[in-house]
């Protein structure tokens, strides 16, 4: 079984900065990529950004030049540095972790409960 975990979310004013940082733990022989998406009230999840490896990321549109992703690959843990934070970026962010699940290499998404990012103007 493989647990994922949330944290670092908070209240914080626009233009401010906040840092999540996700830890996956249990049984775990790999894994593929790690990511974040969010849900705003009201709207559909959707993908923030991901990274394949330790220096393969990838972001939405709306986040690329404030956002950015890492990974250690030692502690099973990925982050999202938030910077120039904007009211439109208040949601609900939850961490989604792929691990490698046999010798085939198939896989399977775990989730975190999520964290809450709220911006205030």
């Known amino acids: 079984q493989v647990q994922v975990v949330e944290s670092g979310g908070g209240l914080v004013q626009a233009e401010g900065s906040l840092r999540l940082s996700c830890t996956a733990s249990?049984?775990?022989?790999?894994?593929?990529?790690m990511g974040w998406y969010r849900q705003a009230p009201g709207k559909q999840r959707e993908l923030v950004a991901y990274?394949?490896?330790?220096?393969?990321?990838n972001y939405a549109d709306s986040v690329k030049g404030r956002f950015t992703i890492s990974r250690d690959n030692v502690k099973n843990t990925v982050y999202l540095q938030m910077n120039s934070l904007k009211p439109a970026d208040t949601a609900v962010y939850y961490c989604?972790?792929?691990?490698?699940?046999?010798?085939?290499?198939?896989?399977?998404?775990?989730w975190g409960q999520g964290t809450q990012v709220t911006v205030s103007s």
């Open positions: 990274i394949v490896g330790t220096d393969s990321a």
């Open positions: 249990g049984t775990i022989s790999s894994i593929n990529s």
């Open positions: 989604v972790v792929e691990v490698v699940i046999d010798i085939d290499l198939r896989t399977r998404d775990y």
